[in-house]
């Protein structure tokens, strides 16, 4: 299947995946993602077991079953991220659980493995996987991946340092397959600007962390409204990997300045028991916080959101007509 029929398969009503967010993204905001027509996503490690996590799979697998059933609608795909690291305890059992009940699309992150891949496409399913630089993306072609996330600076979470004007034409000197752009989009501007620039899908989490669905405490939501790029701080100081979180929130954390330069050790192993304690109030965000100032039910953002996209194409054909 090429990357159009791709596209089509999705049934996308605007190109947009609400990226798998730690703690934030949970059942309910991917049920009403993939109704709403864009790809919903979670972190398997968001549910605290193995065992928990297949009772979600079961449950979202029933609940879309039902839902095009009663409406005659086909709902997006759904998807699961699964962490590829060697201190992840959870992550073969999790894939055997992927496997198990068909989950459409995986999205790896922090190592891309051939062995992986080959077991979701021995089902028909896709392997998207995040990259912040080239020599990750070639990594990640060659494990035979079905589409490259491009993680860019300012994103909200674990994000690359790359500008996406020239990071995405230098990936697609080796890659004419699926991009997905993340960093800084949060309105449908910003999903046509992605599409211009190259890609094919807008990768957005900071966005939907202000919906009625998101697991997200209502101070975490109201500091995001209150946020401008500014209040955005990139640091390793927290899980070892480098990240976006809410300047504020460090602080009242009791993470002062000073040790934002520093780099924990990697290890997703303790990161199921003390990180997870600690990201319930240390917030991750990215710098397109500056335009958000709501919160809003997913199904309304996603009607926003196809507005602005249509807008911002016709704003930009008026252009073409004046000179053209």
């Not at 990357?3 to 999705?10: G, N, R, V």
């Not at 994103?155 to 034409?169: D, K, L, S, W, Y």
């Amino acid at each position: 299947m090429n990357k159009d029929e791709l596209l089509k398969s999705f049934n996308l009503k605007i190109p947009v995946v609400a990226s798998p967010m730690f703690i934030v993204s949970q059942m309910e905001l991917v049920k009403a993602c993939c109704k709403s027509g864009i790809i919903g996503t979670f972190p398997s490690l968001n549910q605290r077991s193995t065992e928990g996590f297949e009772e979600w799979l079961i449950h979202l697998n029933e609940a879309f079953k039902n839902w095009e059933a009663e409406t005659g609608e086909k709902a997006p795909p759904y998807g699961v991220n699964l962490i590829v690291h060697r201190t992840n305890p959870r992550v073969e059992a999790d894939l055997e659980i992927c496997v198990r009940h068909k989950v459409p699309i995986i999205i790896t992150s922090l190592g891309a493995v051939r062995e992986l891949v080959d077991e979701v496409h021995s089902y028909g399913g896709l392997v998207f996987h995040d990259v912040t630089n080239v020599r990750h993306a070639q990594k990640a072609i060659d494990a035979g991946v079905d589409g490259l996330i491009l993680v860019t600076a300012g994103a909200g979470g674990h994000a690359g340092i790359r500008n996406p004007i020239p990071f995405i034409p230098e990936i697609r000197e080796i890659w004419d397959g699926l991009i997905l752009l993340g960093g800084n989009i949060s309105t449908g501007r910003d999903i046509a600007s992605a599409l211009q620039m190259g890609a094919d899908i807008a990768y957005m989490g900071t966005r939907f962390i202000n919906t009625d669905e998101a697991i997200a405490d209502d101070a975490y939501k109201q500091m995001i409204i209150e946020a401008g790029t500014g209040d955005i701080v990139y640091t390793a100081a927290i899980s070892g990997v480098s990240a976006n979180f809410l300047k504020k929130s460090l602080v009242n954390a009791g993470i002062p300045p000073d040790l934002w330069n520093t780099k924990n050790k990697i290890d997703f192993g303790e990161e199921l028991n003390t990180e997870a304690k600690a990201w319930k109030t240390i917030w991750s965000a990215g710098q397109g916080v500056a335009t958000i100032k709501d919160t809003l039910p997913v199904a309304d953002l996603v009607v926003r959101l196809r507005r602005e996209f249509k807008e911002a194409i016709e704003h930009q054909y008026k252009y073409l007509e004046q000179y053209g």
